[in-house]
């Protein structure tokens, strides 16, 4: 399981750390893609199975599977760590995201998430107190 929030640095050839306590995680090997709220997600290959498994019986007369299938195929690249545990994120996948300079590395239970620092703390903003908690939890069996 992926969780806690880290910061690095992004260099000038695409290349972010990945978190020491992730990389054992992602021995069976990683694939990096496109992914909501405009940032990237790692997956752990049988994780990006499971969810490839899934796209991939979404019945294709739908128009929206076709589009989410082809979205999620084509943003995909297999990735792997070098000896300094940094991985290439590749320039279609920076670009999405907006990964220039910083990254801020999240564990989202299955996946690892890569945001620009700017998205992330927008994104926090709807988390900024136990209310705003709270809202978002309301509706969601948790």
Do not use: N
């Amino acid at each position: 399981m992926f969780t806690g929030e880290y910061r690095h640095a992004v260099d000038a050839k695409g290349r972010v750390a990945i978190p020491a306590r992730f990389r054992l995680q992602l021995e069976e090997g990683a694939v990096v893609i496109r992914w909501v709220d405009g940032c990237a997600a790692l997956f752990p290959r049988p994780a990006f199975e499971a969810l490839a498994a899934k796209v991939s019986v979404l019945p294709l007369a739908d128009e929206k599977a076709r589009a989410v299938s082809r979205f999620l195929a084509s943003s995909a690249f297999e990735v792997e760590r070098d000896s300094q545990g940094r991985i290439v994120l590749p320039a279609a996948i920076r670009d999405w995201a907006g990964l220039a300079g910083d990254a801020v590395v999240v564990g989202a239970w299955d996946h690892v998430e890569v945001w620009a620092p700017d998205r992330w703390s927008s994104f926090q903003k709807g988390f900024d107190s136990a209310d705003a908690l709270a809202s978002q939890l309301t509706g969601l069996g948790l």
